[in-house]
T-cell receptor, first 114, second 116 residues
Framework: DQQVKQNSPSLSVQEGRISILNCDYTNSMFDYFLWYKKYPAEGPTFLISISSIKDKNEDGRFTVFLNKSAKHLSLHIVPSQPGDSAVYFCAASGSGGGADGLTFGKGTHLIIQP | DSGVTQTPKHLITATGQRVTLRCSPRSGDLSVYWYQQSLDQGLQFLIQYYNGEERAKGNILERFSAQQFPDLHSELNLSSLELGDSALYFC?????FGAGGLGEQFFGPGTRLTVL
């Protein structure tokens, strides 16, 4: 049973436009959410996180939105750049503040078109 | 470079064998996590150690075990290997929890295990 779902295996966006990656979760005990980016032959790299007490967190070009009632979060990248082409993983954690085992989605491959 | 190192980078072995994967966390990080990434299952949490003690267990098989040593490096032992154990194994580390820490985990480059 997949507790974290990324329903789009891939997404193609033009350079300079907004990229929106979506993630749904089913476990209401999750209270900390993270986004990771992964290039081939490398480990995942932390991008941005959000606690369940917030509904938005921004860091430069990256913004994560959390809708707890819908159990949905999204990552917005504005503007999209060629270096953003990678696989993006949504991850969730329980009450350990994110410092326990993460439950990952299967990832969305983002392709930025020039 | 995340600061987390993993050795070896690649490992090829036969069914029934036993292997050990090694991880050195970032300097100052007390928590070490192990994850398995296979083609069909995605990234799955296996086990977490904090300052030498097991703290959380995920989908880790009984044939697998781990430990964290006093110098905080960790080893993941996989025994009686099966074809289905072929995967990428990632180690991650974090400072800890609380004290205002965000708990984000920093991943190593992974060990690719191939079981023939």
């Amino acid at each position: 049973d997949q507790q974290v779902k990324q329903n789009s295996p891939s997404l193609s966006v033009q350079e300079g436009r907004i990229s929106i990656l979506n993630c749904d979760y089913t476990n209401s005990m999750f209270d900390y959410f993270l986004w990771y980016k992964k290039y081939p032959a490398e480990g995942p790299t932390f991008l941005i996180s959000i606690s369940s007490i917030k509904d938005k967190n921004e860091d430069g070009r990256f913004t994560v939105f959390l809708n707890k009632s819908a159990k949905h979060l999204s990552l917005h990248i504005v503007p999209s750049q060629p270096g953003d082409s990678a696989v993006y993983f949504c991850a969730a954690s329980g009450s350990g503040g994110g410092a326990d085992g993460l439950t990952f989605g299967k990832g969305t491959h983002l392709i930025i078109q020039p | 470079d995340s600061g987390v190192t993993q050795t070896p980078k690649h490992l090829i072995t036969a069914t029934g064998q036993r292997v050990t994967l090694r991880c050195s966390p970032r300097s100052g990080d007390l928590s070490v996590y192990w994850y398995q990434q296979s083609l069909d299952q995605g990234l799955q949490f296996l086990i977490q150690y904090y300052n030498g003690e097991e703290r959380a267990k995920g989908n880790i098989l009984e044939r697998f075990s781990a430990q964290q040593f006093p110098d905080l490096h960790s080893e993941l032992n996989l025994s009686s290997l099966e074809l289905g154990d072929s995967a990428l194994y990632f180690c991650a580390s974090s400072v800890a929890f609380g004290a205002g820490g965000l708990g984000e985990q920093f991943f190593g480059p992974g060990t690719r295990l191939t079981v023939l």
